[in-house]
């Protein structure tokens, strides 16, 4: 089992920057693949980023390529998402996820965190 815990999120003007956290506890985090997806509100689950336990990095959506930059610190059992640039189209609440696979769709995903709100106001 793996508890994820998000952190980070808030209210940003556009053209800001924020950085997700996520805590992982529970299994051996450096064997697992971390990711983030994010959900507007009437939209569906979107996949952001992932990272493999090897920190090979993959993303998701054009939009965010060039602007976010996933990370993890295995010492310190936590991945990131740097977030700059953002634009109002980023406000969503944005999980963490891990698997040992990586995949782009939601149900490649066994373990989620609870979300945590991003707003970028304009």
């Known amino acids: 089992q793996v508890q994820l815990v998000e952190s980070g999120g808030g209210l940003v003007q556009a053209g800001g920057s924020l950085r997700l956290s996520c805590a992982a506890s529970g299994r051996t985090f450096s064997s697992y693949a971390m990711g983030w997806f994010r959900q507007a509100p009437g939209k569906e689950r979107e996949f952001v980023a992932a990272?493999?336990?090897?920190?090979?990095?993959?993303y998701g959506a054009d939009s965010v390529k060039g602007r976010f930059t996933i990370s993890r610190d295995n010492a310190k059992n936590t991945v990131y998402l740097q977030m700059n640039s953002l634009k109002p189209e980023d406000t969503a609440v944005y999980y963490c996820t891990a698997d040992p696979r990586m995949g782009y769709s939601p149900g490649s995903w066994n373990y989620w965190g609870q979300g945590t709100q991003v707003t970028v106001s304009s």
């Open positions: 990272i493999s336990w090897r920190g090979m990095n993959v």
